[in-house]
Each structure stands twice: as C-alpha cells, then as structure tokens.
C-alpha cells in the first residue's frame, strides 16, 4: 500500500509570467500574424538566441503548413493527455528553432475546456525557462481562449494592417488587455504596408485612438513592407529569411529583431 507524505506534496502553482513569453496577436485574421510569428522567431534564432514558436491558434493551427513541417507529436496529444509539452516540441534544424505545432489528428482544439488550457498555458511558462524567447502566434479575435493564453505573455506585439479593419479590431484588443491586464508590455506592427511611411501613418492613426480613449500609448515595434516573395515563400513551404534573406519584409523583420533584442 502506497501512502503518500503530505509535506511532500507541491502545491500546484501557476508559475508567474514569463519576461521570456512574446505573444503576437491580431484583431483581425489573416494580416499575417502567423507568418510574422515564424518570421520573427527565425530572426531571433539567427541572433544566437534560444527560441521556442508555439501554435496557440487553436482553430486554425498552421504553422506547420507555413514551414513544410511534418511534426512526429502536436498539441493534440498533449490535449489527448498522451504527451507532457516538452515532449510535444520538434526540432525545425533549417531554422535553428524548436516549434510546438498545434494541429489536431481529431480536429481543432477550439472546444478545449478553459481549465486544460490553463494546464497548458501553466507548463508553457515553465518550459520557457529553458528558453532565451518563446513566440505565442495566438488566433485572431478576442475571445476567452486567446486572452487566457496571451496572459501567459509578459509581451504583446499586435499585429495589423494598413486596413480600417484591421486597424479598428487591433485598437478592440488593445483595449480589451488595457482593462484586462494593464500592466502588459503591449507593442504594435503594422504588417505588409505599402511603404514604412504609410505604416508610421496606420500606427499614428492608431496611437491616436489609444492616448485618446485609453490613456495609454503603446509604441510601434515596427512596420513590415508589403513584398510579394512573402506570398512565394509560403507557397514554396520554405521560411522567408531562407529562401529570399534579402527581400524587403525581410530585412524589415531583421531589424524589429535587432530592436527588440536591444529592449
Ligand atoms: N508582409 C507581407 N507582404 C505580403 N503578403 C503578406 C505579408 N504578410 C502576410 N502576407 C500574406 O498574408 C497571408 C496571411 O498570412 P497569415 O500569416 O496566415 O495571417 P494570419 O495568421 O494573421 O491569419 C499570407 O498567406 C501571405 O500571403
Ligand atoms: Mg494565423
């Protein structure tokens, strides 16, 4: 018979938030938040830095699509219970990185119980210990699941487009973090932008919004030029910066990296 000494057990604690954990999230789908989440995450990597890329798009996970990669293990059997997180992580070697893809073999984790994701957004702060940066790509919009996970994130970069849109959807989840969660480090990027002034002019339009009805003014981590190798790289399943390390979004993304890892 086994008896277990309660001075043994250890609480289970939510670990505190992660200066490590950056959480790239959008209003809007489709402006390019996951191909800027695996973007950044190569820039960092390149940098000598430590760094895991997590799928926290539970419905529309497709980070793997994005890298061509085919992932032995995904989030779908840590949700399954047949794996712990860390065992879920697969090597991405051409880019210097760790991925945890979140594809499902039953389908989409949309519908997952908001108190297993807490299970998982708890291990992912305690695996990013063992990180230099771990980059969140979260789903669109505002619901509960994606603010539970960005809670985890000490960091936010809020990605939008030159689009009203897209412009007024990032302000609706800036203001939903600023009531949430005040004390986030939130960030914008204006993503494929016609030209880096016509972002600088998205972002003032958006700045303006935000010291005007939220007192607050979050700053622009950067503007990413629009670049039609973005599209080809995708296409090709092949990282931007390995396959045309020179385009414009490239460079672009190279130096919000540089800037970030500067403070
Ligand atoms: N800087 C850019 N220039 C041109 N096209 C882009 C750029 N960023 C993203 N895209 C396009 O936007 C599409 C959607 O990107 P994706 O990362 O899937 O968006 P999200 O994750 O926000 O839904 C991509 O297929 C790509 O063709
Ligand atoms: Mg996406």
């Not at 430590?50 to 779908?76: E, T």
């Not at 609706?172 to 009531?179: D, G, V, Y």
């Amino acid at each position: 018979m086994s008896t277990v000494d309660p001075s043994m057990v250890v609480p289970r604690m939510a670990p505190a938030k992660q200066r490590s954990i950056l959480a790239i999230a959008s209003g809007k789908g489709g402006v390019g938040k996951t191909w800027f989440a695996i973007t950044l995450t190569h820039a960092l990597a390149k940098r000598q830095q430590r760094v895991l890329l997590f799928d926290g798009d539970l419905g529309l996970a497709n980070i793997d699509i994005q890298l061509g990669l085919m992932p032995r293990h995904d989030l779908g059997s840590v949700v399954a219970g047949k794996l712990t997180l860390n065992q879920a992580a697969t090597h991405f070697a051409s880019g210097g990185f760790d991925v945890i893809a979140g594809r499902s073999g039953s389908g989409s984790l949309a519908n997952i119980p908001a108190s297993r994701l807490q299970l998982i957004a708890d291990d992912l702060a305690l695996m990013a210990r063992d990180y230099d940066r771990v980059i969140l790509d979260l789903g669109a919009g505002v619901e509960k699941a994606v603010r539970q996970l960005a809670s985890t994130a000490h960091t936010i970069l809020v990605v939008t487009s030159d689009e009203p849109t897209a412009l007024t959807d990032a302000y609706a989840f800036i203001k939903i973090n600023a009531i949430e969660r005040p004390e986030t480090d939130i960030r914008v990027v204006v993503n494929a932008s016609n030209s880096t002034r016509e972002g600088e002019r998205t972002y003032t339009t958006l700045l303006k919004a935000c010291q005007g009805f939220l007192r607050i003014s979050p700053p622009l981590a950067g503007v990413v030029r629009r670049d039609t190798r973005v599209r080809e790289a995708i296409r090709n399943q092949t990282p931007l910066l390995t396959r045309y390390p020179n385009s414009e979004a490239a460079l672009d993304v190279e130096a919000l990296a540089d800037r970030l890892l500067a403070g």
